[in-house]
């Protein structure tokens, strides 16, 4: 069973060959105890991808950050003793004398505790596909919403994860489609809703987080690029919603994507 | 072309990654962010060599694991322990990696896996990372890759079933 074990591990990497992954499509079905070990190693995998996203929340020392924006370039830096300037005499008086500056050169990647915030892969690339498709008038998705259950289907089986499209209308939210995205190397589903003025919000889902309850997902809040995210992990998925920066009633909105999604 | 700002910012955006990645190398806050610091002024000494066609995460996670690979040796010499190989050098003493994981049990699965199983774990699962370029980076043979990272998640597997033990 090792044997096959391993390969299931590379198997779930996509990393055997086409040869040996058609071999293993076959014995999933037709042997139950391996398609058990495969979804125990599947299990394993999600908590490990919640545990490593969970070290991208830790806050990074805002005297490391202006340390980067302050040192010359091309010419040696001093080297100094990097551990006195993690201290924290260094790094308090760091932050006294050039809190006002670096917050201005971080706006846009400082959270509102003067940390600056976790720029994770896959919510940094959803950012950027918001940046691109929100501005979009007529190619706002790619399946419109009249299609619904086949956006469902679609998305649902590319990226691995259920869902029901939320009814965002109570915040003046008209569902418009969806598209499917790529972050971080994998599927992302987004459906996408416009309110009357034309800002468009996004829910975006992907498989990945271990299991957990719908009924109370842990929320959080960041800003990445401009954007305002509020996302949480329920039942082996990721969910993030985004919106313009300084949107007061995304969290809201959140809660409402998350109890129907 | 990219400016040095340019360069900056996107390092600096970077930064949670790369703190990420150290912390793989070193399981010490304090050191991850000394390496991740001191990895970004040698990456700003030489920005003008950074080919921006080439993802600048790679060449970070290329810098950091090169000085950590220094230090370890500069530190292992000052305790007399003479020379030893990159492989060495990166990683720690697990004479009973089962044992050790097993005490930690529930809390931090993850961080309590062997720094040789992690850390190869960590750049497929949340770097996207290929078995090849785990190898090339990390300078392990792309067999152990596979094999490392199996025996993470069968070491997972493990503590995911003493949890559910202690449940019920």
Not at chain 1, 20 to 30: F, K, N, P, Y
Not at chain 2, 53 to 70: E, T, V, Y
């Amino acid at each position: 069973m090792t044997d096959l074990s391993t390969k299931l591990s590379a198997y779930l990497d996509g990393e055997l060959e086409a040869a040996d992954a058609q071999t293993i499509d076959a014995l999933l079905e037709s042997d139950p105890a391996a398609q058990a070990e495969l979804d125990a190693l599947m299990a394993a995998d999600a908590l490990a991808c919640e545990q490593f996203d969970a070290l991208l929340m830790d806050p990074v020392p805002l005297a490391l950050a202006h340390k980067i924006k302050s040192s010359p370039v091309g010419s040696p830096p001093p080297r100094g003793s990097a551990r006195l300037i993690g201290s924290a005499l260094a790094a308090g008086l760091a932050f006294f004398v050039f809190g006002g500056i670096g917050g201005y050169l971080l706006k846009d990647q400082i959270a509102p505790s003067g940390t600056v915030v976790a720029n994770s892969g896959w919510l940094s690339d959803i950012a950027d596909y918001h940046a691109v498709y929100a501005s979009q008038q007529r190619h706002l998705v790619e399946v419109p919403a009249e299609e619904s259950a086949h956006l469902v289907k679609w998305l649902g089986e590319t990226v691995g994860v259920e869902f029901s499209i939320p009814d965002l209308s109570d915040f003046d939210l008209t569902f418009e489609g969806g598209r499917l995205l790529v972050a971080a190397g994998k599927p992302v589903a987004q459906l996408m809703y416009r309110q009357p003025d034309g800002t468009v919000i996004a829910l975006c889902l992907q498989s990945g987080a271990s299991g957990g309850t719908v009924s109370a997902p842990g929320f959080k809040e960041q800003t990445i690029k401009g954007f305002d995210f509020v996302w949480w992990s329920s039942n082996g998925a990721k969910y993030v919603v985004i919106g313009p920066g300084g949107n007061p009633g995304l969290a809201e909105i959140a809660a409402q994507a998350a109890r129907e999604v | 072309m990219t400016t040095p700002e340019q360069f900056k910012t996107e390092m600096i955006g970077l930064l949670p990654r790369l703190r990420r990645f150290a912390m793989s190398l070193t399981r010490s806050a304090p050191d991850a962010d000394d390496l991740v610091q001191d990895a970004c002024a040698a990456a700003l000494q030489k920005w003008h060599h950074y080919d921006p066609a080439q993802p600048l995460d790679r060449w970070m996670f290329r810098i950091i694991r090169n000085l950590w690979i220094s230090e370890i040796r500069k530190r292992q010499v000052r305790q007399g322990q003479g020379h030893v190989s990159a492989e060495e050098t990166t990683e720690l003493q697990t004479a009973d990696a089962d044992e050790a994981l097993a005490a930690k049990q529930v809390q931090g699965k993850v961080s309590a896996l062997p720094v040789e199983l992690s850390r190869p774990l960590m750049l497929v699962c949340a770097e996207g990372y290929s078995y090849l370029e785990v190898s090339q980076l990390l300078e392990i043979p792309i067999g152990t890759v596979m094999s490392r990272i199996h025996r993470a998640r069968k070491l997972l597997i493990s503590a995911l079933g003493q949890e559910e033990d202690i449940v019920t």
